[in-house]
């Protein structure tokens, strides 16, 4: 079976990863334990020879204390439309917030409401919310 080459992404990734995880003072042995996989694992994240599942990201994220787009800061991208851009940075957010505790609790107890025009009538509240305590 040929052997796939790591990407330019996947690489990256696994340097921030790197970067992240020294600067914390946290060894490949640590991270592995909290991860729940072997050392050898998270070498081969940080290498990028293996890539790193968005559910992994996500745990690795919350170790390493980072949001999720942090580690594709700087990463070689081709150029796209700024729409796509602003998409993608979009539903990074989305996915960062999902990983705070408030960001679960928010969507759990969402999902709790069976009354459609309640819950519309709590995202018009919070859309109100945003527009006078957002940035």
């Known amino acids: 079976m040929a052997k796939i080459k790591a990407s330019k992404i996947d690489q990256h990734v696994g340097s921030a990863v790197r970067r992240r995880r020294t600067a ?18 998270v070498q081969k994240y940080e290498k990028g020879t293996n890539r790193i599942s968005a559910s992994r990201l996500s745990q690795i994220a919350r170790v390493l204390e980072v949001r999720i787009a942090f580690f594709f800061e700087s ?31 928010l969507m759990k107890n969402f999902l709790l409401i069976k009354d459609a025009r309640l819950r519309r009538h709590i ?4 859309e109100r919310i945003a527009d006078v305590y957002g940035s």
């Open 24 to 41: 914390l003072g946290m060894s490949q042995s640590l991270l592995a334990v909290q991860l729940g996989v072997t050392y050898q694992q």
């Open 123 to 126: 995202v018009d509240m919070v």
């Open 75 to 105: 990463a070689p991208t081709k150029p796209t439309s700024a729409k796509f851009i602003e998409s993608a940075q979009l539903a990074a957010d989305f996915l960062d917030s999902l990983a705070t505790p408030e960001g679960q609790a």
